[in-house]
């Protein structure tokens, strides 16, 4: 069986990842130099599907403005508006007459993975009808658990379990059916969540005699991006192939090791010192005496000063991080103006495990090496510190010499106010 189709889920806001989605779909986030779903897309069209339908919702506009009709990229785009967001099964519904007839890939699109895995589901497709792809984890309990027979079909989707007697081959959100499956999802009732679940529609699917063939993609590279650490790794796993290509200007007296990609238009001044893997986008200014350190990413127009180093951090665009500064294991939003002497700590001092709030309760990260995340246009003062595992929102601003030891929210004034006294007092 041939797939020409896809469909893909992009219309979420990605709460957990806010401040960075406060201001952009999760789905635009660059992760070396490319927006998530770009990576989706043409994987795709590597596999030779090329009519794509976009399910988008939360900033639709930024989506459709940045993909167009997908012309530049060799592949067809067209849109659907969920404007409800009422579960995966109500996003699929919204593809019934782009379906038609056809069989057609159903993906989440915050979904980052190997190639490989796209290549070994349109192999599977020749002799099955319909695929669900599983991963084994650790930690079964915070997804849905795929249940399969000796066959290796699915029976059911056991969501967060409370134990690992269902196994721990979870649900990594990449389908094919035929188009047979809207007959299910047209009887999905509302769940407990007041939602149109996807795993009930399959439930149903499989109780009308239809086989989900099952497919454990475990050795391969997956990541539901949907926490701010993702971020970082799936960065981390396209960093580790991409080739060096310098299209810029690199000055007498620099160092590059390892493979570095640098944009058009960027100028690497003489003193710094760049370890690959490294993206640094087009029109960036570093240096002189910078410190570039593997798994950072710059996206575009992006000024990192005199004496400041950047480790396994993600900065976009038109941020500029002033002399004397360390960034490490961060992501840094667009229009951040870090000023001179600005610290992101990113190791207690007990060495342990960082936590991060996530929607207002801290979860274990299962990092021992985790900085700052901050929303765009965030001003912070000269001398700033940040503690780990600190969140900053958007148009936020951070007063000189503060240090912050909590999450801020947007649009605030955060400063120490400093006592001043009259001379010195010696006892």
């Known amino acids: 069986m041939t797939v020409t189709k896809a469909v893909i889920l992009a219309a979420g806001q990605g709460k957990r990842l806010t401040p960075i989605t406060s201001t952009r779909p999760k789905h635009l986030i660059p992760i070396a130099g490319k927006p998530i779903l770009q990576y989706t897309i043409e994987s795709l069209k590597s596999i030779g599907i090329t009519e794509i339908l976009l399910i988008v919702g939360y ?132 769940s407990a969540r007041k939602e149109y679940e996807l795993t009930d529609s399959l439930d149903i699917f499989i109780k009308t005699n239809q086989k989900i063939c099952a497919i454990d993609v475990s050795e391969y590279y997956w990541n539901d991006i949907g926490r701010p650490w993702d971020i970082l790794d799936a960065n981390k796993f396209f960093l580790e192939k991409i080739p060096s290509n310098i299209l810029g200007t690199v000055e007498d007296g620099v160092t590059i090791k390892g493979n570095v990609y640098v944009g058009k238009g960027t100028v690497i001044k003489a003193g710094t010192y760049i370890e690959g893997p490294v993206y640094i986008g087009e029109n960036c200014i570093i240096g002189p005496n910078s410190y570039i350190r593997p798994y950072t990413s710059l996206v575009k127009d992006v000024r990192i000063g005199n004496s400041s180093e950047i480790k396994n951090t993600v900065v976009l665009s038109r941020t500029h991080i002033s002399h004397l500064s360390y960034v490490g294991d961060s992501i840094i939003g667009e229009n951040v103006n870090f000023g001179a002497g600005t ?85």
């Open 59 to 190: 900033k639709k506009e930024q989506i459709m403005s940045y993909f167009k009709n997908g012309t530049d990229m060799g592949v067809h785009i067209s849109y659907r508006e969920q404007k409800k967001f009422l579960g995966t099964a109500h996003a699929t519904k919204l593809a019934k007459n782009f379906v038609a007839n056809d069989s057609f890939l159903l993906l989440n699109g915050d979904v980052i993975m190997d190639f490989q895995i796209y290549k070994k589901v349109i192999e599977r497709a020749k002799n099955e009808n319909n695929i669900i792809i599983g991963k084994r984890v650790e930690n079964p309990q915070k997804y849905g658990v795929i249940v399969c027979n000796k066959d290796g079909y699915m029976e059911k989707i056991v969501e967060k379990p409370s134990d690992n007697s269902f196994g721990n081959l979870i649900n990594a959100g990449v389908y094919q059916f035929t188009s047979k499956i809207f007959n299910a999802i047209e009887e999905t009732k509302l």
């Open 343 to 427: 610290i992101v700590s990113n190791v207690r001092l007990d060495k342990g495990e960082i936590s991060m709030k996530i929607n207002g309760n801290p979860v274990k990260t299962g990092l021992n090496k985790l900085g700052a995340v901050i929303g765009d246009n965030v001003q912070l003062g000269i001398q700033s510190m940040i503690m780990v595992g600190k969140k900053i929102g958007e148009n936020a601003s951070i007063g000189p010499g503060t240090l912050v030891n909590e999450d801020v929210p947007e649009n605030t004034n955060y400063f120490v106010r400093l006592k001043c006294t009259d001379g010195i007092k010696k006892e």
